[in-house]
């Protein structure tokens, strides 16, 4: 029997509150995709609160279940990532860079990255409460692709 492994993905606003109940939203639903959907794999990127969140929760769930995957994805390197490798390569299973054109204007290599990591993922855990930004960009990117979404803001978005 072969079993089909999947990958979620997170999205959210850099500066949500940072509060017990987001974090037990997404461990909830983190736990559910691993246990009834086969998520294997969490990808997560570095830009704020949200993302701060969600790799806590994961590193917490890989203490329970062994075999998930934590990966970070970037659309380029920083001098942060450069500086402090020890710190990032003990955090993270894998560090991932999509392939992004050389070309494209470091403004938009965040926006390509987020295309990529949907364009790869079955499945999106965000929070999103603003029709603006790009966490919200990537959400609605996320919706014209039909991956099932999970948004835990109290803030209804449609």
């Known amino acids: 029997m ?18 017990g109940d987001i974090r037990e939203k997404i461990k909830a639903i983190a736990e559910n995709l691993i246990t009834a ?14 993302d701060r969140c969600c790799s806590s929760v994961i590193k917490e769930l890989k203490k329970v279940y062994k075999d998930i995957k934590l990966e970070l994805v970037i659309p380029y390197l920083t001098n942060g990532i450069n500086e402090y490798k020890e710190l ?3 955090d993270y299973d894998t560090i991932l860079m ?8 470091k403004r938009f290599q965040i ?9 790869n993922c079955d499945f999106l855990i965000c929070y999103i409460e603003r ?12 919706r014209r692709k039909k ?6 803001s109290p803030i209804s978005i449609k």
């Open 2 to 19: 072969n079993i089909t492994y999947k990958r979620c993905c997170f999205a959210g606003h850099s500066d949500i509150p940072y509060d």
């Open 37 to 50: 959907h086969n998520v294997s794999c969490f990808w997560v990127g570095n830009y704020g609160a949200f």
């Open 88 to 90: 990032y390569y003990n």
């Open 98 to 105: 999509p392939d992004i054109p050389i070309s494209t204007p």
């Open 111 to 119: 926006i390509k990255g987020n295309e990529y990591v949907v364009d």
């Open 131 to 142: 029709h603006y930004g790009g966490a919200y960009r990537t959400f609605s990117y996320a």
């Open 147 to 152: 991956i099932k979404i999970f948004n835990i």
